[in-house]
């Protein structure tokens, strides 16, 4: 292995003990460092094949702690890992996976202590999700 691509596997196992990056943000970030495409396409592939890179780990993770900090809808969630430059179908699989009937009511639910329904379809709950919350809620007082 040469000297390069032992340089830019190290950088990159610096940047993901840190946190989860997606292969988009990881390889600008070692091209910023001024590693060659190859050199980090390579390296890309060798950290994926061992398990180290993993784009469904980046988005569960993102997901999760985005969602802790300000709850959000699967339509808002799905632009903010586009922009970020994941996988669109990695991004739908686990969106789908994640986003369950009982989730979206717990983020509803914590999202609606601070925004009425323009502020809940703001953060990219359907009217559906929303329109549930408040059937339950509506049965929890009954």
Same mark, same amino acid.
């Given at each position: 292995?040469?000297? !390069?691509?032992?340089?830019?596997?190290?950088?990159?196992?610096?940047?993901?003990?840190?946190?989860? &990056?997606? +292969?988009? =943000?990881?390889?600008?970030?070692? *091209?910023?460092?001024? %590693? =060659? =495409?190859?050199?980090?396409?390579?390296?890309? !592939?060798? $950290?994926? =094949?061992?398990?180290? $890179?993993?784009?469904? +780990? @980046?988005?569960?993770?993102?997901?999760?702690?985005?969602?802790? *900090? &300000?709850?959000?809808?699967?339509?808002?969630?799905?632009?903010?890992?586009?922009?970020?430059?994941?996988?669109?179908?990695?991004?739908?699989?686990?969106?789908? !996976?994640? @986003?369950?009937?009982? %989730?979206?009511?717990?983020?509803?639910?914590?999202?609606? #202590?601070?925004?009425?329904?323009?502020?809940?379809?703001? #953060?990219?709950?359907?009217? #559906?999700?929303?329109?549930?919350?408040?059937?339950?809620?509506?049965? !929890?007082?009954?």
């Amino acid at each position: 292995m040469d000297k !390069d691509l032992l340089k830019c596997a190290d950088q990159a196992l610096r940047y993901l003990s840190i946190r989860e &990056h997606n +292969r988009s =943000e990881l390889s600008l970030k070692l *091209r910023n460092k001024g %590693y =060659e =495409e190859d050199i980090i396409n390579r390296t890309l !592939d060798s $950290l994926e =094949e061992d398990g180290l $890179l993993s784009e469904k +780990r @980046y988005v569960e993770a993102y997901i999760r702690s985005s969602n802790n *900090r &300000h709850p959000e809808g699967k339509s808002v969630m799905m632009a903010r890992l586009l922009s970020k430059g994941a996988d669109r179908n990695v991004c739908r699989s686990v969106l789908d !996976d994640i @986003y369950n009937d009982d %989730y979206v009511c717990a983020l509803v639910t914590r999202a609606s #202590a601070k925004k009425d329904r323009i502020g809940l379809l703001k #953060a990219g709950f359907s009217s #559906a999700d929303i329109a549930k919350y408040m059937l339950s809620k509506s049965d !929890d007082i009954e």
